[in-house]
């Protein structure tokens, strides 16, 4: 079984669309910038990748996580011609944080917010009449956990068309606990880099339909992507320390589930968070999977400009690869200056996009979170009749 992606649409620091973001990664434009929303003086790191959409500088506002969902399920559900009645289509929401922040504006601050508005729920029934909407919590792979639950969702027969979304914010707790993990305060993400310090949030949403390629697209309808397989697994290892063993395995799942050797994949979209755990257990994983395989798939890593998206990252990714493939540049890994030992046999971009000579067909996604919450998915260039030949 596989499935097609109709709609895609997506919101970060480095653009409001699918097309801009993009375009922000392959030129290397990074969304990193001083810290707007809270009193840098209370925190050690003084910068992130948030969204320049408040009011004033430091002035926060509620449900803006909320305002970045709707926009993004807006332009996909319009780019696969379902406009703004999702009334009998699912909507699977992906998140971390969740209106985390909007919660702390309203106890500390006393700004008004309604207690329904904290639910995603509410604003896709207000906004696309949508009766049928999940949350899926499952903290950084949560937007790969909720697209693996669509798959099953349209194998079942619960649903001809599946909207899959992923949003988060940053909230000032969960910025100020981070800002306490790390010997030296990170100055940006660094994936892979001698040089890192540790991970700093982004701010973004971004939503894909997805559909049974067996039904088709739909009349009028452009396919962005073929969808292969989505695998998932989890340890409960450790809270935060990733397992190797356990990322290899759902690689590996990943790979037979969609009918694919290691030496099929193209290109690979790491997790890369630039904190030393998650940079050994990744390329630990991705070291015994793609063993013998020379030259290594393309590998990048776009929260390098993106900062980490927490529960939209996985499906930021997966759009982000969906360009790559048909629009043929690789974007690097800004800020990746001397890299690690582990990642030696590792064709990763660096310095400035690369274009590959040969099309790039195959793309796996890695999306991993705490508590060994580790998800990934294998997505195919979708070639029209005679395209290619």
């Known amino acids: 079984m596989s499935w097609i992606v109709t709609g895609m649409g997506a919101i970060a620091s480095i653009g ?131 697209l693996a639950l669509a798959a099953d969702m349209l194998d079942l027969g619960h649903a001809d068309t599946v909207v899959v979304a992923g949003v988060d914010t940053i909230s000032e707790s969960t910025y100020g606990l981070l800002d306490r993990c790390y010997p030296e305060a990170p100055d940006r993400v660094r994936p892979f880099d001698r040089a890192r310090r540790g991970m700093l949030q982004g701010e973004g949403a971004v939503a894909i339909v997805l559909r049974r390629e067996a039904d088709g697209p739909g009349p009028g309808t452009t396919v962005h992507a073929r969808v292969r397989s989505v695998a998932v697994n989890c340890d409960a290892h450790h809270p935060s320390a990733p397992e190797p063993k356990s990322i290899t395995a759902v690689v590996r799942e990943a790979h037979q589930r969609a009918g694919v050797r290691s030496g099929d994949i193209d290109l690979v979209m790491l997790h890369g968070t630039g904190t030393p755990l998650n940079d050994e257990a990744e390329s630990e994983a991705l070291g015994a999977v793609f063993a013998g395989v020379e030259p290594s798939p393309y590998m990048t890593a776009i929260k390098s400009m993106t900062g980490h998206t927490a529960g939209a990252s996985g499906l930021h990714s997966l759009v982000a690869a969906v360009d790559v493939m ?32 040969e099309p790039m067909r195959l793309a796996q996604i890695d999306s991993f979170g705490f508590g060994g919450l580790n998800a990934v998915a294998v997505v195919e260039r979708y070639e029209t009749a005679g395209e290619g030949q």
């Open 16 to 146: 409001a669309s699918t097309t801009e973001i993009y375009e922000s990664l392959v030129a290397g434009r990074s969304g990193l910038a001083q810290l707007r929303g809270y009193d840098r003086a209370k925190f050690r790191a003084q910068v992130a990748y948030e969204i320049d959409d408040r009011p004033a500088p430091g002035v926060d506002e509620p449900l803006r996580a909320t305002r970045w969902l709707e926009q993004a399920v807006a332009a996909a559900a319009a780019d696969a011609g379902l406009g703004d009645d999702l009334s009998r289509t699912p909507v699977l929401v992906g998140t971390t944080l969740r209106e985390l922040r909007s919660v702390e504006l309203s106890w500390r601050d006393s700004v008004p917010v309604e207690v329904s508005d904290l639910h995603f729920g509410t604003m896709l029934k207000t906004r696309f009449g949508a009766a049928d909407t999940h949350t899926v919590a499952n903290a950084c792979s949560a937007s790969l956990y909720t």
């Open 326 to 357: 048909r629009r043929g540049s690789v974007p690097p890994v800004v800020g990746l200056d001397d890299p690690v030992e582990s990642v030696a046999g590792f064709r990763l971009v660096r310095g400035e996009a690369a274009r590959p000579d």
